[in-house]
């Protein structure tokens, strides 16, 4: 797909390491599917992958953790 940040590029398959900070936890998850733009870099998460995403992250607070670095797959 055609990049909506930079206009110029287009996306390519691939990772990324995703950052959420939620109610003074911090939450890492690496090797998140998507696609990135060749030009600027901007990730796009698969909007499976967000719901996957959103469930870890809320499991992780849940679970009380102050900082939480987890593997998508
Ligand atoms: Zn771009």
Redo the contacts with the bound molecule.
Sequence with gaps: MD?I??K??TTLAGIDTLTFEMKGHLIIIRDVPGEV?E????FYIDSEAAIEVQKKTKRAVAEGAEVEILKYA
């Design positions: 990049c940040i930079c110029n590029g733009c030009n600027c870099g901007h």
